[in-house]
């Protein structure tokens, strides 16, 4: 790369997460000093970008030239105002470090730039002199850059924190309402319904878990150390009633205790404490035998008010981490759905695109709703299933819809903010065929084996899952048309045996010799008699008795079962 390439760089966000927290917090007299006694208080999802916008512009007021002057005349307070003053250069020279390039080049063999460090440093001292001015001026400018033309692309990373999304809802629905092919009786589809803002800068981050086995133990929130989170909440705790105080004619006391809060955070403004020492895990964090993740993002019109694209990236780790993507369609306020077609791919990809149908347009919300249906899951496979989502924000500044599964510069991990995973309930399939299904083949035994491979595939099939069967004759009462397997009036049914919650293996040689026996002990009519089969198939990760799955297979008595 040239020596003149563009440098871009800001203000990496204070935490990458909204932080839940519990924070020992003393109250605010009505005399301006801080009480000795502590309340833990339990802070919940804070942007700390916002308390620390609040906290520099009320720095930036102390220290207003007016403000200044009075304080500065009340007796015994010139020293105070000093400290506050050297507070302010601390807080200014640790903003000034929190500057970083946009982009990551770590990842790149060689320095792709050698002036980035030399342009690093000349943009914190120009930040830090911005600073010693106005703290709330310099810390609101978005990007600084350097070589920069007009024609190149600003990245510009947010720093406002991606607010949660919303699983509105999960369902499951047979994935063939209804077919005559044995294989397309079992299968079934997951459908996830979500919204959020989905702003340009967004990634959602979905997951889908199946087979879920056992909770992870969760902790509560809890103090474990003192970071610039907690020095802000005592300070946001008793913002209000101070500057009501700091506005009165003589506040010695309240003067007294501002400067001994900005001291303390400006000691702590460059200390953090990682997610997990906040003491803090995502509710409902669940262990699973098979996940798939996905990246999702919106990318909009130029005036903003069409959804131009759609583009999904798998995770290429996970082994089996989805050979079929979802449907995705979005969905209107009025309950309209509009669908978006998938674009074909000339290789294999881990990204492919969704474009809404030709002729069709979809309108953009301020929180957009989306519906992502996977279908033809396996249900001896797949017993159960959840979605987790969250959201990275600031990932790929460069993105180009038009070619998503093309990467360029990654943006510096420090400018990746993250909101909190938002986890959906278990939910368990249950497919219900009513119409009986025929099996073929040269026996019973023959036809039962293949039926069994077939709906519950050995291979993929969820260790210990179990069955229970019931064989039943029928025959004709009279004469008629109805074809075998159809119910009729004039059609009865005889229990043979019940092969109560087994294993699959060995199920169709324990049913085919039950049959051949009571063959044998009775000897029924075979012309117009066939074995109806009932079948539920049961979770191995629930209850024994939830089922997943039940339906009817029925088998013409041939000569050959009548005469065994």
């Known amino acids: ?17 909204l932080v839940t927290r519990q924070v020992d917090i003393k109250s605010l007299g009505d005399d301006g000093t801080l009480g000795d006694a502590t309340v833990p208080t339990i802070f919940t999802a804070i942007d700390v970008e916002l308390w620390a916008r609040r906290f520099l512009g009320d720095m930036d007021r102390f220290l207003a030239p007016s403000a200044s002057a009075r304080i500065k005349g009340l007796l015994g307070l010139s020293a105070v105002l000093a400290h506050v003053i050297d507070s302010k250069r601390n807080i200014a020279s640790g903003i000034a ?12 063999e060689t320095d792709p730039d050698p002036l980035y460090q030399k342009g690093l440093q000349d943009a914190r001292n120009t930040l830090a002199q911005l600073l010693n001015g106005s703290l709330i001026k310099a810390y609101d400018i978005p990007v600084i850059g350097q070589y920069a033309t007009a024609a190149d692309p600003v990245p510009v990373p947010f720093r406002i924190h991606p607010l949660p999304p919303t699983i509105v809802d999960q369902a499951i629905l047979p994935t063939f309402d209804s077919t005559d092919v044995l294989q397309q009786l079992s299968l079934w589809s997951y459908k996830l319904t979500f919204a959020h803002e989905c702003a340009h800068q967004d990634m959602v981050r979905i997951t889908t878990q199946f087979n879920r086995s056992s909770r992870v133990s969760q902790q509560s929130p809890s103090q474990i150390g003192v970071d610039l989170f907690n020095t802000l909440a005592q300070y946001m705790a008793v913002a209000d009633k101070l500057w009501m105080l700091l506005d009165k004619a003589s506040p010695v006391n309240a ?25 803090h895990r995502p509710d409902g964090s669940f262990a699973a035998q098979a996940s798939r993740t996905f990246g999702f993002r919106v990318t909009y019109s130029e005036n903003g008010k069409l959804i131009e ?37 000339d290789a294999p990809s881990h990204t492919i695109g969704y474009l809404p149908k030709n002729g069709t347009e979809a309108p953009a919300f301020a929180r957009q709703t989306l519906q992502l249906t996977w ?18 924000r600031n990932e790929d500044l460069l993105h180009d819809p038009s070619h998503p599964e093309n990467t360029k510069l990654r943006t510096n991990p420090v400018f990746l903010l993250k909101a909190g995973e938002v986890v959906g309930n278990s939910i368990v399939p249950l497919i219900e065929r009513y ?33 229970t069967w019931q064989l039943d004759y029928s025959y004709e009462l009279a004469r008629s048309d109805t074809p075998l397997g159809d119910y009729s009036p004039i059609r009865a049914r005889v229990p043979v045996t019940l092969y109560p919650d087994g294993p699959l293996a060995g199920a169709a040689q324990v049913l085919a010799k039950a049959g051949e026996g009571w063959i044998d002990n009775f000897q029924p009519a075979f012309d117009g008699g066939s074995w109806i089969l009932s079948v539920t198939l049961h979770s191995a990760l ?13 088998y013409p008595i041939k000569k050959d079962d009548a005469a065994s």
């Not at 440098?7 to 935490?15: E, G, K, N, V």
């Not at 946009?102 to 790149?108: A, E, K, N």
């Not at 026996?443 to 039926?451: E, P, V």
């Open 255 to 279: 003067v007294k205790t501002f400067a001994d809060l900005v001291a303390t955070i400006a000691d702590h403004w460059t200390i953090r404490l990682s997610h997990n020492e906040s003491g």
């Open 1 to 17: 790369m040239s020596e003149s390439m563009p440098q871009f760089f800001a203000l990496a966000p204070l935490y990458d997460h």
């Open 435 to 467: 119409h009986q299904q025929e099996i073929k083949g040269a026996t019973l035994l023959a036809a039962l084996d293949d039926a069994i491979q077939t709906l519950f595939p050995p291979d993929r099939l969820v260790a210990n899952t179990r069955a």
């Open 309 to 345: 694209s759609v583009s999904l990236t798998r995770d290429p780790s996970q082994p089996g981490s989805g050979d079929t993507w979802p449907a995705v369609e979005v969905m209107l306020p009025d309950g309209v759905s509009v669908p978006l077609i998938a674009q074909p791919s």
């Open 542 to 554: 629930e209850s024994a008795e939830r089922p997943l799955f039940t339906a009817e297979l029925f």
């Open 97 to 108: 470090d929190q500057l970083q390039g946009v982009f990551d080049y770590s990842v790149d």
């Open 375 to 392: 279908h033809g899951l396996e249900v001896a496979a797949f017993q159960n299933a959840r979605a987790c989502l969250s959201i990275v």
